[in-house]
């Protein structure tokens, strides 16, 4: 079920380094939201500070809060493996387990959590691929390995896989950045179907794919090499590409920088 996310004061580091400087957003449910800015602004350690990724890093951590339909994440006491089952997470390049079956691939979160019975994975199986568009292409083909996949299905596989557990929100590190423009289309229209579902934080350096699929968009930068990213402005795409508010939200998205 779709979740809305609410992130107030973030401040995010990896050590002594402050890598992202006082965040606060919110994100709709059921709406993709776009995360854009130069290399290196930040914008990848915010979205895996969205469902506690961010802390599998040695000595990296955050401070602040990130509530999801209210509740902090990072309250006391919450188990940081479930967190990540409810937000789940694509990555830019595909990561199928390549000798696992297509089938296994997408059933294996749920696997860990305890599901055994058969019948109720197949169905899991089907209902995901076909949500993540790729069912009427491998339908005949369930029991062959993942990693035999192209790498735009491979791509939908691990949607299908993220799905799989019924998460409340999905985050995608630039997910379409190890695809070609027809998997790119593929993937972009599959967000457009997803977020009737799903609440979708998506990183892109592609201007035109955050235009194209997000309904809100959040523009970071840096001041300076070393200095922590922030939040320049978020706002709905639309305002954001014809009226920013910020001459350096303009600069960016008209190419002058960055
Ligand atoms: N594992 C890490 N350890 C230390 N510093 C890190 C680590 N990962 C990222 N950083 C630093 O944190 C800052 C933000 O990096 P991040 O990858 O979030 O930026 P980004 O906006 O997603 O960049 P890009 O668009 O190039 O992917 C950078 O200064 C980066 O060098």
């Known amino acids: 079920m779709a979740k809305r996310l609410d992130i107030k004061d973030l401040n995010i580091y990896y050590g002594a380094f402050h890598a992202v400087k006082d965040v606060s ?18 914008k990848s ?6 469902n506690r990724m961010h802390e599998v890093t040695p000595g990296a951590y955050a401070q602040g809060k ?23 997470m694509v990555f830019q390049r595909p990561n199928p387990f390549p000798t696992m079956s297509i089938r296994d691939n997408v059933v294996a979160g749920l696997k860990l959590q305890g599901m055994r019975n058969k019948a109720q994975l197949d169905d899991v199986a089907e209902r995901s ?17 993942g990693g035999g996949l192209s790498g735009g299905q491979q791509q939908r596989l691990c ?18 950045s190890a695809l070609d423009p027809i998997s790119t289309l593929a993937i972009e229209d599959l967000m457009g179907e997803l977020k009737k579902e799903y609440t979708i934080v998506i990183v892109t350096h592609n201007m ?32 954001m590409f014809s009226n920013p508010l910020k001459q350096e939200t303009e600069d960016y998205i008209s190419g002058r920088f960055g």
């Open 208 to 239: 035109q794919q955050a235009a194209r699929v997000s309904d809100q968009t959040a523009f970071f930068n840096l001041e300076g090499v070393g200095q922590p990213g922030q939040l320049v402005e978020i706002n709905d795409t639309e305002t």
């Open 66 to 88: 990130v509530l999801l339909d209210g509740e902090d994440i990072y309250a006391k006491g919450i188990d940081p493996v479930s967190v990540r089952s409810t937000i789940g």
């Open 129 to 145: 691929l076909k949500g993540a568009n790729l069912w009427e292409e491998v339908k005949d083909r369930l029991d062959k390995p």
């Open 159 to 176: 949607i299908a896989r993220a799905i799989a557990v019924s998460p409340d929100v999905l985050l995608m590190d630039e997910p379409c």
């Open 25 to 42: 957003l919110e994100v709709s449910p059921r709406s993709i939201t776009a995360f854009i800015g130069p290399s290196g602004c930040g």
């Open 45 to 50: 350690t915010v979205l895996r500070t969205l």
